[in-house]
């Protein structure tokens, strides 16, 4: 059983790696998107007229397209970071059962020699 186990915790190790690399994928992709979404929104408020308010709704609606796709990516990271987090429970689960089941092989080999 333990051999079972222990491949079990090398198969969720890799699948931990693949999601954590995709992880970071989708952190740089939500700062771009923020980050070009920020631009141009400051300077489309520097280039608006009016209150402070007037100001911040027309650069708000001038950058709906950068704003959306900031909104997507955030939504992508959020959910691949939920991935993540399975697949590291995953590899906790199988080692607390790798390690119950370690130490009742130990137990039952004590157990017999006496």
Avoid: P
């Avoid at 939500?30 to 631009?39: G, P, Q, V």
């Avoid at 141009?40 to 609606?61: P, Q």
């Avoid at 990271?77 to 987090?85: Q, S």
Wanted: aromatic letters at 6%; a negative charge; glycine letters at 4%.
């Amino acid at each position: 059983m333990s051999r079972s186990i222990a491949t079990s915790i090398e198969n969720d190790l890799a699948i931990l790696a693949d999601r954590e690399a995709a992880l970071e994928q989708a952190c740089m992709a939500e700062a771009e998107s923020r980050h070009a979404f920020d631009i141009k929104s400051a300077r489309e408020f520097l280039n608006a007229e009016g209150t402070v308010d007037a100001r911040k709704a027309l650069a708000t609606l001038a950058c709906d397209k950068e704003y959306l796709e900031h909104l997507k990516t955030k939504a992508v990271k959020e959910f691949t970071k939920a991935k993540w987090t399975d697949a590291l429970q995953a590899v906790s689960a199988h080692q607390s059962i790798l390690s119950a089941s370690v130490k009742g092989d130990f137990s039952h080999a004590i157990s017999g020699i006496g």
